[in-house]
Structure formats: structure tokens, C-alpha cells
């Protein structure tokens, strides 16, 4: 019997992660992410979902981000009633990131209809907190490397995948049919997070391309951070450090506690900004298995940093004039409380704002990162005269060589390997890569695009 896939996000982009499977009058999704970027991506978020969210049996999530966990408080509140299946960490992370992005989505909603920047009259939230709160009572917990039954008699195994607390690659085999959902792959040989767990067969593969053509910078992030953070206090600076708060915020303080007990960096206060990486810490401190550290150098990463919880907190930092350094989510400052730092911080060349990791196109920081003079937030648009740099070697995304290297210890070549999860340059270099290198019949699916899994 046929098995058919629906590519209904992370295709063409890497976010709205979407992947339905139909096996046997069983639907089942692969992941339920929120487009996240360009407005004209944003905007499909609001648009119909293309089958009845009741129809659905059950979904999997990789991980946690919100690109591939954050439609999931919509999915319910249009009738989706099945389990959804995730790690242990997964779980305990999506009920720190569903909420709060519940919420962000109302703040967002209300500052917008105050101040008259929304073409929407009342302007509405995508969903709410409550919405996301009641999902979370879906979550099923599944142990790395144990197996699921699923509806129509699938299985699925969950296995590392590196990237973030809890990220896994899926199997999933119905009807005779192995197909392996890459998720995002972390990188090997990292100081916090586990490697990759290789793959040897798949009959069917779906391989993200986030870096699918380009390769990290080999440099030692704690000497980068060390010279971008001596520099900035040297001129009377504070260095703002949008972070994603799973993983990279964790990862950040692991190498500024680092750099301060050797000395090298100036002993100047640090400051994680944000409820939700604080909330995210402590998870990572309780799963010390899925992590390279121990408990004890986890907390010890983790309290390099001054946690500030409460708003009148975060706003006395932007009134204090001394040099800092303040880690505050998000990682692309599309949200939160960084917005409000970078305002602050942004007009002045002493300062520094400094990103790690991906940015998606269409984001604050993609702009910022490519030399814009000003960004828009809160209805108005920003200068931006601090200095601004991106420290690639922190991305959580294995780049294209290491892409390439996980894919080489598949024994044999899947019939078919989608190309995910990329925007159209890195997926297609990808797909190029894999064809001339590997000799793998390779595609790079279209939004809302099937294929009939033979």
C-alpha cells in the first residue's frame, strides 16, 4: 500500500517544519512549526490548514524550536485531539516555549492595537497562552532510542540528533517502509551538546539544509567572544547578545564562565535576560544525560550569569550606562525582551550587538547581520551604529561538510532524499552535492507539494 507525504512547511525555507504522512487511512505529522521571517512566510501561519486538524492521529516532534513545535496550540484549537509524541526533554522545553510564545503573541497583539501599527481592527494573536497550555496535556514522553507504536501500525525510534536539548532524527517504518526525518542535525564534537547519532539505511529521507552550502568558520568561539567582548568594554560598551534560550544561551554562558575564570575577558557583570532561557537552564541542568556536561559544570555555566526575571529588572539594565554583557532572547530579535535592549543599545557605536547563529531572511537580525542602518520595532525604525557581528562557529546546525559526513554512513542509497528544512540556495547546493558526491537520487520538494512513497 502507497504512503504518501504532504510537504506542508520547511520546504523552501527553514521554518513551519510540516511533514503529513498518510499510511493505511492514518494521518500522521512530522513535526508542527511556525513559519517564522518574511512577512509573506509569517502570513502563512494565518492561512487554512489544507486537511481537518481533527483527521489527524498523532504528530511527532523532533525538538523543541518553535519552528518545528510552535503550530501546535493552533493544530489543537482546530480540533487536533491525538497524542503527540516527544523526548523527555522536548516535552519539559515545549512547556516553556508554547506558552511563552502564546504569550509574546498576545503582548504583540495588544502593543500593535495601542499604538495603531496593526491593519487588523481588533488585532488578534495567532493563538493564545491558554491555547498552548491546553496542548501541552497531548504531550506523550518517549525515552531515546525505545519505540512507539503508532496508529495504522507504524513505529518510530528516537535517537539523537544533537542540535538542542532533546533534538531527535525519527524512523519511522510503516507498511515495509523505513523513511528517517533528519530534524536538525547538531554538529559533532561540540563542548555541550551530544553528536549525531549516525544512520546506516533508510528506504526514504528527509535531510535538512539549513547550511547546505555553507561551512562554519573553525575558529575557537571563546577567542572570538573574548576579542568582541574586550573591545566593546574598551571603548565604555555593553555587548547585547540575542540568543535562541534552548541551547545557544546555555552554550554562551558555558564559554563566558570559562573565559572569565581564565581572565581573559574583563570581570564586568553578565545578565541573562529572559525568564524563558532561565526556565530552559534549569531543564538543562536536570538533563544532564543528553548533554556532554555534568550537573555540576552545568551549574556552574549557568551561574556565571545574573538572572533577572522581573520586567522593572530588565529595564534597569538599560538604564545603567556601565559596561555589561546581556544574553536575552530571541536569537533573530523577533520577540522579547532583546527588542527592547537593542532600542536601547543599538544607537550607540561604543556598544555591540553581537548574534550567534542562524538568521533566518526577513528576521531583525538577518537585517542587522547584512549592514541595515536601522530596524523597525515598536512601530518605529531604530538606528543601528554599534558594531554587529555574527558568530557563526556557535551555529547549533551542522554545516554542509557536516551534513555530508553524517549521510556517508548510510550503508546504501535511499530510493529518495528530500531536501528540507533550506532556503532555496543552500537546499538546491545541497541536493547538487549529494547527487555528484554520493550518487543519491536527491529532491527538493515545493510548499504544499505530495510524493508517494512507493
Known amino acids: 500500500m502507497p504512503v504518501k507525504i504532504n ?37 502563512r501561519n494565518w492561512r487554512p490548514f489544507p486537511v481537518d486538524a481533527a483527521s489527524i492521529d498523532a504528530v ?39 506558552p511563552d510564545s502564546g504569550h509574546l503573541q498576545e503582548r504583540e497583539a495588544e502593543f500593535a492595537g495601542r499604538h495603531g501599527y496593526s491593519k487588523h481592527k481588533p488585532a488578534l494573536p495567532l493563538y493564545t497562552q491558554q491555547d498552548a497550555e491546553r496542548v501541552l496535556g497531548q504531550f506523550r514522553r518517549i525515552r531515546f532510542r525505545s519505540e512507539v507504536k503508532l496508529p495504522g501500525g507504524a513505529t518510530a525510534r528516537f535517537v539523537p540528533a544533537g542540535h538542542i536539548l532533546g533534538a531527535a532524527i525519527i524512523e519511522l517504518k510503516a507498511d515495509g517502509r523505513t523513511i ?40 575557537d568561539p571563546e577567542d572570538a567572544l573574548a576579542e568582541v567582548v574586550s573591545r566593546t568594554v574598551a571603548r565604555g560598551g555593553t555587548v547585547v547578545i540575542p540568543s535562541f534560550a534552548v541551547g545557544r544561551a546555555q552554550t554562551l554562558l558555558y ?37 556532554r556536561l555534568s550537573e555540576a559544570e552545568a551549574r556552574a555555566a549557568c551561574g556565571v550569569a545574573r538572572y533577572t526575571r522581573a520586567v522593572e529588572e530588565s529595564k534597569a539594565l538599560d538604564a545603567d550606562p556601565a559596561p555589561k554583557i546581556i544574553v ?20 550607540d557605536p561604543r556598544n555591540t550587538i553581537l548574534f550567534a547563529g542562524f538568521q533566518a531572511g526577513g528576521t531583525r537580525g538577518a537585517a542587522m547581520t547584512q549592514g541595515a542602518e536601522s530596524v523597525k520595532m515598536f512601530g518605529e525604525y531604530v538606528p543601528v551604529r554599534a558594531e554587529v557581528h555574527n558568530l557563526h562557529m556557535l551555529s547549533a546546525h551542522a554545516d554542509a561538510d557536516e551534513i555530508m559526513a553524517w549521510l556517508r554512513h548510510f550503508r546504501e542509497p535511499p530510493r529518495t532524499t528530500f ?36
Open 328 to 347: 536575552s532572547a530571541s536569537g533573530m530579535a523577533t520577540g522579547g525582551r532583546v527588542l527592547h535592549h537593542i532600542k536601547r543599545f543599538a544607537p
Open 180 to 219: 528517517v526525518f533528519s530534524g536538525d542535525l547538531g554538529r559533532s564534537g561540540t563542548p555541550t551538546m551530544l553528536d549525531p547519532t549516525p544512520i546506516e539505511r533508510a528506504d526514504y529521507l528527509l535531510c535538512e539544509s539549513t547550511y547546505g552550502d555553507r561551512l562554519h568558520e573553525r575558529r
Open 255 to 291: 564559554h563566558l564562565e570559562r573565559l572569565k575564570r581564565a581572565r581573559r575577558i574583563p570581570d564586568i557583570p553578565v545578565f541573562l535576560d529572559s525568564p524563558m532561557a532561565i526556565d530552559v537552564s534549569d531543564v538543562f541542568c536536570r538533563h544532564a544525560d543528553e548533554h
Open 60 to 98: 511527532l516532534i523532533t525538538h523543541a524550536h518553535i519552528d518545528h513545535s510552535g503550530y501546535l496550540p493552533l493544530l489543537a484549537r482546530e480540533g487536533f485531539k491525538g497524542p503527540i509524541y516527544a523526548t523527555d526533554a522536548t516535552a519539559d522545553l515545549c512547556a516553556i516555549l508554547l
Open 7 to 43: 510537504f506542508l512547511g520547511g520546504v523552501g525555507t527553514v521554518t513551519g517544519s510540516k511533514y503529513l504522512l498518510e499510511i493505511d487511512g492514518k494521518r500522521l505529522m512530522v513535526d508542527c512549526g511556525l513559519f517564522q521571517g518574511f512577512k509573506q512566510l509569517r502570513l
Open 419 to 454: 531536501i528540507v528544512h533550506g532556503e532555496p540556495g543552500p537546499a538546491d547546493t545541497l541536493r547538487h552535492r549529494i547527487e555528484e558526491e554520493l550518487g543519491w537520487t536527491c529532491r527538493v520538494p515545493e510548499d504544499r507539494e505530495s510524493a508517494e512513497l512507493d
